[in-house]
Structures are given as C-alpha cells and as structure tokens.
C-alpha cells in the first residue's frame, strides 16, 4: 500500500478547525513507502487491532498518501447533492470532450494533476490504460492539496472528510465500481481513541456533518457504510449550491461548505424557490441566479449558518465574479447540451432524462 514519500517534510496550518497538511517532497522522484516499512513505522502501530477488517489503514499517519479501496471508505455525511453527481456521470458517459473528464477527475484525486496520456478504450478500473501528468513520487504541494481528505477512526476504519460526489460518481460510472482505488490524503490517525472520542474530535474539527437532506439532526451511527448514491439521500440545496460556484461563492477549504450555503437557503428562505424546476434548464438557471445574487448581497458580517460568515464562506464580492450574464462562470453554465461544450448543468439534465430521474 502507497503511503508517503520517504524523507518528507510536513508543514501543517490551520483553518475553520481544519489541519491542511502539504507534502513537500525533499527528494526529487523519491518512492512511495509501504506502511509496513519497519523503520517508518510510527508509535500508534503498537495498539491490538492487526487483525481488524481495516488492520490495513492502522499506520497511515496525518500527511500520507493512502491508497484505498473506495469501497472501504465511511461517509462522514449522510446526503448528496445528486445532481452535482448528475452531472459528473453525464459527463464521463455523455461528454463531448477529447480526454474523458472522468480520467482527469481521477488524476487530480490521485495528487497527480490531470489525465496525459490515454490509450482507446480505456477504462478507470484499469491503470495501465492511462497515465497522469505525474508520475507516483513526483507530487506537489499543489497536486497534493487538491486530493481528497480521509481520517482514520478507531480498528483503522477510514472516514471520508471530502471527495463523498467524487468518489460516488467513480462508484457509479461503468468503468468504476467499490473495487476501485484512489489515493486519498490523511488528515489524522485516531485509531487508538474510543468511538465517543473519535467522533467527539471529529465534531471538534467539524469533519462530519450531521444535518439530513431536510435539515433535521442525524446520529453518527446513522451515517452511511459507504459511498454510492442508494447509501445518501439528496440534498436538492447542496446540488444547487454546487452550480453556484464563482457565481456568487468561491469554493475554499472548509469542510462542508455547501451545506452551511444550503442550511441558509433552507431556513433563511432569501429567495422563493417555489418554481424551481430541477428538469428544465431555463428554471434551474434562473433559480441559480436568483440565489448567488443573493449570495452576494449579503454583508460579509453577516452570520449564515453555524457561526460561520458570508466571508468565512466566501460570497463573491460581485456576481459572476464581475462578469456579464452571457460571459464568466454563469455564461459556462447556461450552455445547453447542444452547444459544443455544454454546461454543467446540461450535462446533469441530460443524463437524468436518458435515465428517468427526478
């Protein structure tokens, strides 16, 4: 199993209660290290776990690099925006591009930047048939900061901190599946604390989310088992919030920062959604709209959800970032699938009507 590279340094910083750590390699093209590397081997291996169903994950350290079956990931949330996995799925099985997106996406969770090459008919459960831009060894600070974010909890179970619509939309797509592997990067290892205090410091760091999809409180024993769209229910204001994006918010590195948007939408009510239609591409980018610009409108003091402020949450100082209505990020999204590149919300509509959904 891949962890870190040897030699490494670690520099770690905090924000929102979060720790962000980056990976800075200290030698050029170094190997991964295998956990079982005894030399490496840090001090909470000695615990009585070995033969734990997760025994595997029991001596990755905060910083590594963990190669993992997603299968074997525990959500640390109970919903979905379905439609933001919509519309990754439309795109990795109706896009128009000339890379599959779906190997870029892979790529980029990998800590490895995007696709380089990829041979016909290649498939995301078989790593010969594509490389990325790096090599394994060759990552960056940057490359590593953009991966998704795992814990470990007690008997080495790995908690899903970020990436819970990435890692569905692999689970879900043809070529993907729970057999698939990703690397994921290790927030921290709380193998040895008991469950009441593994989740008391995950609440602590607010690295679990415990609202349902209507808002109401969820327990953590009722969280999902894994990923995959039947173990979630769906959020309609995350998947909202999700196509807002460098509309009316700039996406940062706090934990769950779209439902903390979407609890707002819910229980502030800022706008009337009423008329929202979820299958008919002028209604949703109309709601799209009217919710980012009130996004924006907000006074950065003002408290949203949670404590956290319009600017802990990153409301635009202008909509479409300054842009015209037909240019910038709104322009993007209001492409219909007809266009040559279609926006994300075509792509979403798209594949929800070829597969009857809601």
């Not at 081997?41 to 001596?59: I, M």
């Amino acid at each position: 199993m891949s962890l870190v590279h040897p030699g490494v340094k670690m520099r770690t910083r905090a924000k929102f209660g979060r720790f962000l750590t980056v990976v800075v390699a200290a030698a050029a093209g170094a190997g991964l290290m295998s956990s079982g590397a005894a030399a490496s081997r840090p001090s909470f291996c000695g615990h009585d776990h070995r033969s734990a169903p997760d025994a595997g994950y029991l001596c990755a350290g905060a910083g590594d690099l963990l190669d993992v079956r997603i299968g074997d990931v525990h959500p640390t949330q109970p919903s979905l925006g379905y439609d933001e996995v919509y519309y990754k799925l439309g795109r990795y099985t109706l896009g128009k591009d000339a890379v599959n997106k779906k190997f870029d996406d892979w790529c980029e969770a990998d800590g490895r930047i995007a696709a380089a090459s990829v041979a016909p008919g290649a498939r995301l459960d078989d790593p010969a048939s594509f490389t990325c831009q790096l090599a394994v060894g060759a990552e960056t600070p940057d490359s590593v900061a953009a991966m998704k974010t795992v814990v470990i909890g007690p008997g080495g179970e790995p908690f899903l901190t970020d990436g819970h619509h990435t890692l569905t939309s692999f689970a879900e797509t043809p070529d993907g599946g729970l057999n698939l592997h990703v690397r994921l990067r290790v927030l921290a290892n709380y193998s040895t604390l008991t469950r009441q205090d593994f989740w008391a410091r995950m609440q602590e760091h607010k690295w679990v989310w415990l609202r349902a999809a209507d808002g109401g409180p969820v327990t953590v024993n009722k969280l999902p088992k894994s990923v995959g769209l039947a173990n979630f229910g769906d959020d309609r204001f995350r998947g909202l919030l999700y196509f807002g994006r460098d509309i009316g918010y700039a996406q940062n590195d706090l934990p769950f920062q779209e439902f903390y948007w979407g609890a707002w939408l819910r229980e502030a009510k800022p706008v009337d959604l009423s008329a929202w239609n979820r299958g008919a591409l002028d209604s949703y980018l109309a709601t799209v709209q009217s919710v980012t610009r009130a996004m924006v409108a907000l006074p950065k003091d003002t408290a949203v959800d949670s404590g956290f402020t319009a600017a802990d949450l990153d409301a635009l100082d202008a909509w479409n970032d300054g842009a015209a209505p037909a240019k910038g990020e709104f322009g993007k999204l209001s492409k219909p699938y007809g266009d040559i590149k279609p926006g994300k919300l075509a792509y979403a509509l798209e594949y929800k009507k070829i597969h009857g959904l809601g």
